[in-house]
Antibody
Framework: QVQLVQSGAEVKKPGASVKVSCKASGYTFTSYDINWVRQATGQALEWLGWMNPDSGNTGYAQEFQGRVTMTRNTSIRTAYMELTSLTSEDTAVYYCAKIAIPVFDGFDVWGQGTMVTVSS | SALTQPPSVSGSPGQSVTISCTGT?????????VAWYQRPPGAAPKLMIY???NRPSGVPDRFSGSKSGNTASLTISGLQAEDEADYFC???????????FGTGTKVTVL
């Protein structure tokens, strides 16, 4: 069964960092990019960036440049997303998603989501 | 900027509902890379339609997608109780932020 399992909910203080993990199973981890998306309450989903698990290459949304880092550990088939200098506006559910490219363009497998709450 | 969807649509079992997703000439209007996702309460999103009108394996043919100009649409025919969920669209943009998402639509089965 193809699935992505994310780490649990986090509560952080403003200015802190958070690192969310995303463990893949059921497919060749290094064959498909992992994307990260978030959704704050009442807001549209927002794309954060992508990572190629094979090369480690990444691409980030401009508004998160300098604050987000996406990495992976291929030996344990896990991708990570770290966001620094947190503010209350970073309170959201964070998702990892496997993109099906090159087969087709769509996020065909999603993690269950990780709630990150930023509060003093 | 997010793609625009109606906040909610509803229908009785067996009816059809259509959800619109309006973008611009820079995203939906240019690229045939629109996808639709279903997210039941408390569950992970599920891909329902990719590249405007294609269904992944396992998605019922009650779900169909189309596009006209800058607007994409998802139609659910023969609405069932299990279809009650949030639905959102996404489009490729070709720029440095390659994917933009819709505002989301809650489908209620009356």
């Amino acid at each position: 069964q193809v699935q992505l399992v994310q780490s649990g909910a986090e509560v952080k203080k403003p200015g802190a960092s958070v690192k969310v993990s995303c463990k893949a199973s059921g497919y060749t981890f290094t064959s498909y990019d992992i994307n990260w998306v978030r959704q704050a309450t009442g807001q549209a989903l927002e794309w954060l960036g992508w990572m190629n698990p094979d090369s480690g290459n990444t691409g980030y949304a401009q508004e998160f440049q300098g604050r987000v880092t996406m990495t992976r550990n291929t030996s344990i088939r896990t991708a990570y997303m770290e966001l620094t200098s947190l503010t209350s506006e970073d309170t959201a559910v964070y998702y990892c998603a496997k993109i099906a490219i090159p087969v087709f363009d769509g996020f065909d497998v999603w993690g269950q989501g990780t709630m990150v709450t930023v509060s003093s | 900027s997010a793609l625009t969807q109606p906040p909610s649509v509803s229908g009785s079992p067996g009816q059809s509902v259509t959800i619109s997703c309006t973008g611009t000439s820079s995203d939906i209007g240019t690229f045939n890379r629109v996808a639709w996702y279903q997210r039941p309460p408390g569950a992970a999103p599920k891909l329902m339609i990719y590249e405007v009108s294609n269904r992944p394996s396992g998605v019922p043919d009650r779900f169909s997608g189309s596009k006209s100009g800058n607007t994409a649409s998802l139609t659910i025919s023969g609405l069932q109780a299990e279809d009650e969920a949030d639905y959102f669209c996404t489009s490729y943009t070709g720029n440095s932020t390659p994917y933009v998402f819709g505002t989301g639509t809650k489908v209620t089965v009356l």
